[in-house]
C-alpha cells in the first residue's frame, strides 16, 4: 500500500498549522500508521533551537521528522534565505525527500510555511509547486488547508482552493486551526460557508490552545473527521454551534 501525502498549508500564518499538522501525525500514530512529518523551510530559529517538527514531535509522539532547511529571521522562506546568503529550498529536493519517506511511512505530512503561494526562492516558486514536483514523480498527494474560523476566513479559503484547482492539486478538505471557546456569530456560521468556499469538506475544528491540552492524543482523535482518523462529526459539531435565527 503506498504511502498517504498530505501537503499542510494554511489560509496565513498563525492560524494553527504546527499543530494541526500535529494532531493529524497523533491520530494516525494512534491508529498504527508509521508517520513522517517533513518542513521544507524552516524560518526564524537559530540553529540548535526546536522548531516546529519539534513541537509535532512532543504533541504527537514516537515519528520520523526532518528539516530541509533553515533561516534564522522570521520572514518567508525566499527573503529570509538571500538575506541569510543561504541556497533556497527547491522542488525537486522536497520531492526527493518525500519519495524517501514516502517509501518507508504510511503518512507523510509536508509542512509549508505561512500560506500556499508564499516563496521559496527568487524564481517564485512555491509550496503548491512542491507538491507538483512530488505528483510528477509519480506519487500522489493532496493538500490539506488548515483556515481560521472567524470574519475574512472564507476570502483567503476561496483564494487557496481557487489557487489549487488552477494548478491541478487536490483538495482534502479544510481544518479550522483554532476554534474559540466563545463563538460569535461569524464562527458559527463559517461552519457551513467553510466547505462552500473551499469546494471541499471540513475535517475538523481543533480548539483554542489544543497544543496545551494534557491529552494531545485524546483530543486530535476528537477534533478531526473520520478521513484523518478521528472520530469528529461536523454535522452535530455545526448543531451544536447553530448560529441564531436572523
Known amino acids: 500500500m503506498s504511502a498517504r501525502i498530505l501537503f499542510v498549508t494554511g489560509t496565513n500564518t498563525e492560524v494553527g498549522k504546527t ?34 517538527v519539534d513541537d509535532v514531535r512532543r504533541l504527537a509522539g514516537a515519528l520520523t ?7 534564522p529571521e522570521p520572514l518567508a522562506p525566499n527573503t529570509a534565505a538571500r538575506r541569510a546568503g543561504l541556497p533556497p529550498v527547491s522542488p525537486a529536493e522536497v520531492a526527493a525527500a518525500v519519495a524517501e519517506l514516502a517509501a518507508t511511512h504510511d503518512l507523510v505530512l509536508v509542512e509549508g510555511a505561512g500560506g500556499l503561494l508564499v516563496h521559496y526562492d527568487d524564481e517564485g ?23 481560521s474560523a472567524g470574519l475574512g476566513t472564507l476570502n483567503i479559503v476561496s483564494l487557496s482552493a481557487e489557487a489549487l484547482r488552477a ?9 479550522v486551526g483554532s476554534w474559540p471557546r466563545q463563538p460569535g456569530l461569524a464562527e458559527r456560521c463559517n461552519l457551513a460557508d467553510l ?11 481543533l480548539p483554542e490552545r489544543a497544543g496545551t491540552a494534557a491529552d494531545f492524543a485524546a483530543l486530535a482523535t476528537a477534533s478531526l473527521a473520520p478521513e484523518l482518523g478521528g472520530v469528529w462529526d461536523v454535522e452535530a459539531f455545526a448543531q451544536t454551534h ?3 435565527a436572523g
Open 19 to 52: 499543530v494541526a499538522t500535529a494532531a493529524v501525525a497523533s491520530a494516525a500514530l494512534r491508529g498504527g500508521a508509521r508517520v513522517a512529518v517533513l518542513k521544507p523551510g524552516q524560518t526564524g530559529l537559530a540553529a540548535g533551537e526546536p522548531g516546529d
Open 65 to 71: 521528522t526532518r528539516e530541509l532547511a533553515r533561516y
Open 125 to 147: 516558486r512555491t509550496l503548491a509547486d512542491q507538491a507538483r514536483a512530488v505528483i510528477g514523480a509519480g506519487l500522489a498527494a493532496e493538500v490539506l488547508l488548515v483556515a
Open 167 to 175: 494548478r491541478e492539486l487536490p483538495l482534502a478538505g479544510v481544518v
Open 195 to 205: 466547505p462552500r468556499s473551499a469546494g471541499a469538506p471540513l475535517l475538523g475544528a
Open 242 to 244: 447553530r448560529p441564531a
